[in-house]
C-alpha cells in the first residue's frame, strides 16, 4: 500500500483539495472534505496495489523495485488481489455516502486505475491514462460538491493530466535505462533526448491553464502569487533534471507535490473562508 512513502497521496490529494474548495466558492461540506480525503488514500493505496500486481515480473528487474513485496516474494499475488479488492470495496463505501453522478463517475475512476499499470506494455504515454485515473477526483469532487460537472471543472481535470504528465516523466527518467532493457514503455523513452525541452513546454502549458483557472474562478491576486512560485519551482525542478541523473531525476518528482500544496494555498487564500 506504500502509505510509507506518501508523496503519491500528496499528488492526488492536491487537485482533489483543489476541486473541492473551488466547487465550494470557500470551505467545502465537512463530510466531503472527509469521504474524499480517505478516499484518496484508499484508491491510492489500491493502485499501488494492481500496479505491484501488473509489474511483479518487471519489478524484479528494476534496481529500485527489485525488493517491493511481491516481486521479492513476501507477499503472494493472491494476498495482493484480496487486498485490493477489499480497497476498492472500502472506496465504493465512500462514494456511497455522496451523489449519484459521483458514484457513475467512480466506476470509471477504478477502471483507469485498474487498465493504467497494464498500459504500460502497450503505448507510448502510459503517463496520460494515469493523468485521466487521477483527474477523476477533480470531476467526482465537483459533482459531490454541486451535483454537476460544471465547464470550469474540466480546465482543473486538464491541468491534472499535464501535471502528471511533467512529474510521471520526471519519474520514468530515473527508470528509462533499465525499462528500455525489459520493454516497458513510458513518455521518457517516447521523449528521448528531447525530454527536458518537452517537460519544459508541459511545465509552460499547465502555468496557462493554472492562470486560466484563476480567470475562471476570480480568484486574485494571492492565486497570482502561488502561480509565480509555482515558475520558480519548475526551474528548480529543470535544474534537477538537467544531467538526467536517476537520483535527481526521482527527487524531482518527489518535489513536485509542492507544486499542488502552492497552489492550494493560492486558492485558499483567495477564497472567503
Known amino acids: 500500500m506504500r502509505l510509507d512513502k506518501p508523496v503519491g497521496i500528496y499528488l492526488l490529494l492536491w487537485p482533489t483539495y483543489?476541486?473541492?474548495?473551488l466547487a465550494a466558492g470557500g470551505w467545502p461540506d465537512v463530510d466531503l472534505l472527509v469521504?474524499?480525503?480517505?478516499?484518496?488514500?484508499?484508491?491510492?493505496s489500491a493502485g499501488c496495489i494492481i500496479n505491484d500486481y501488473a509489474d511483479r515480473e518487471i519489478d524484479k528487474h528494476v534496481?529500485?523495485?527489485?525488493?517491493?513485496p511481491?516481486?521479492?516474494?513476501?507477499?503472494?499475488?493472491?494476498s495482493a488481489l484480496l487486498l485490493f479488492f477489499v480497497l476498492?470495496?472500502?472506496?465504493?463505501?465512500?462514494?456511497?455516502?455522496?451523489n449519484t453522478l459521483t458514484i457513475q463517475l467512480s466506476f470509471v475512476a477504478v477502471a483507469l486505475a485498474a487498465l493504467y499499470p497494464f498500459t504500460k506494455r502497450c503505448i507510448q504515454l502510459p503517463q496520460f491514462v494515469l493523468g485521466l485515473a487521477f483527474g477523476m477526483s477533480v470531476l467526482m469532487a465537483?459533482?459531490?460538491?454541486?451535483g454537476e460537472v460544471p465547464v470550469e471543472a474540466y480546465w482543473l481535470f486538464a491541468a491534472n493530466i499535464v501535471w502528471t504528465l511533467i512529474y510521471d516523466t520526471m519519474y520514468a527518467m530515473a527508470d528509462r535505462e533499465e525499462d528500455l532493457k525489459i520493454g516497458v514503455k513510458s513518455t521518457a523513452i517516447l521523449f528521448a533526448k528531447y525530454d527536458r525541452i518537452i517537460i519544459g513546454i508541459l511545465q509552460i502549458l499547465l502555468l496557462v491553464v493554472f492562470l486560466k483557472i484563476g480567470n475562471l474562478f476570480d480568484l486574485g491576486l494571492f492565486y497570482q502569487l502561488s502561480a509565480l512560485i509555482i515558475s520558480i519551482l519548475m526551474i528548480y525542478h529543470q535544474f534537477l533534471i538537467k544531467n538526467r541523473q536517476?537520483?535527481?531525476?526521482?527527487?524531482?518528482f518527489l518535489h513536485n507535490h509542492y507544486i499542488g500544496m502552492a497552489l492550494f494555498a493560492g486558492i485558499l487564500a483567495s477564497l472567503p473562508l
Do not use: D, H
Not at 37 to 44: A, P, Y
Open 70 to 78: 511481491i516481486a521479492s516474494g513476501e507477499v503472494s499475488s493472491k
Open 35 to 44: 469521504i474524499f480525503t480517505l478516499g484518496v488514500i484508499v484508491m491510492r
Open 88 to 98: 476498492i470495496l472500502s472506496a465504493f463505501g465512500l462514494v456511497l455516502l455522496t
Open 18 to 21: 483543489w476541486a473541492l474548495f
Open 63 to 68: 534496481e529500485r523495485t527489485q525488493n517491493r
Open 142 to 146: 465537483f459533482s459531490a460538491q454541486r
Open 246 to 252: 536517476k537520483t535527481a531525476c526521482f527527487k524531482a
